[in-house]
């Protein structure tokens, strides 16, 4: 199949766009168990849409720490359902985080229109192929190790350096394969084999991946070092209560006045306003200045 897409569905120029996360698995490190049928996923993913969500990001394995592998099959049970249904119902782009080409072939028959591929082309020698054949978008995120098996305790000699290096290398690695270069998107994938301090002078830094012309998708939804940094509890941490939302929307506004052009979050309309607000008080402060 042969599945053409452009980059009108994802339209980063124009505003940040909100990627919503679906995670339909029951381990996932912040909302595992929620949404592992089909009505509770699809229930789910509309109240997303209804929030703001500009793009629907569906995984089926989760990558958490000390999480396991799943097979292939397995994954695509969990959720090219999902995606089949869900694309019968809305023109809202969803996307399929997989790092496994063949769940991303099945998943872009079933209606995905984006690739999310966290190991960065690296994982499955495939993936290239199917995102070039299918002429879909592919977002390459930066890991340092390979799922599942990232190091606890990373060291980087230079880190915006190396991460931007990494880039270079899979990007050119994705044209070669047939990749149009205005369909990658780059993610330099917070807390995936970074320390808090590397998380944050990402953050802080995020406007240094423009040099690579293409846009950025930052996610840091509820992530370990947001706990870290506010000193929250284990208590605070296992009840999920909302403890980490408040560091969750500054690193997301951080992130958007650094350059961020897709943020992936789980609250959806939490972020859609704030992300409002910061644009209402850029909008009047560009106006008081002209």
Do not use: W
Request: glycine letters at 6%; aromatic letters at 4%.
């Amino acid at each position: 199949m042969n599945t053409r897409h452009d980059k009108s569905c994802l339209e980063t120029d124009r505003k940040t766009l909100v990627a919503g996360i679906l995670n339909v698995t029951p381990d996932s490190f912040h909302d595992g168990g929620r949404y592992n049928d089909l009505e509770s996923a699809l229930t789910r993913a509309r109240r997303m849409i209804d929030d703001g969500a500009d793009i629907i990001d569906i995984g089926g394995e989760s990558t958490r720490p000390d999480s396991g592998c799943v097979s292939a099959d397995e994954e695509m049970q969990r959720v090219v359902p999902v995606i089949k249904e869900l694309s019968k119902e809305t023109h809202i782009p969803i996307s399929i985080d997989t790092y496994k080409a063949e769940v991303a072939e099945e998943a872009i028959k079933a209606g995905a229109q984006i690739i999310n591929d966290i190991s960065g082309l690296q994982a499955d020698d495939e993936m290239a192929r199917v995102a070039a054949g299918n002429n879909t978008p592919i977002i390459i995120m930066h890991i340092k190790g390979h799922p599942h098996d990232f190091p606890k305790d990373p060291v980087y000699d230079n880190l915006l350096p190396e991460i931007i290096s990494f880039f270079e290398s899979r990007i050119e690695y994705a044209v070669k394969s047939g990749i149009a270069q205005n369909n990658i998107i780059i993610d330099p994938g917070i807390g995936f084999g970074k320390r808090p301090e590397h998380n944050i002078a990402i953050l802080r830094q995020l406007n240094d991946f423009k040099c690579l012309n293409l846009p950025i998708m930052v996610g840091t939804s509820h992530k370990s070092f947001i706990s870290k940094v506010l000193e929250l509890s284990e208590e605070q941490n296992i009840q999920k209560s909302g403890s980490k939302l408040a560091g969750t929307l500054v690193t997301m506004i951080i992130a958007v006045i650094n350059g961020a052009n897709i943020v992936r979050v789980h609250d959806v309309r939490e972020t859609v306003q704030a992300i409002k607000m910061y644009r209402a008080i850029e909008s009047a402060d560009c106006k008081e200045k002209t």
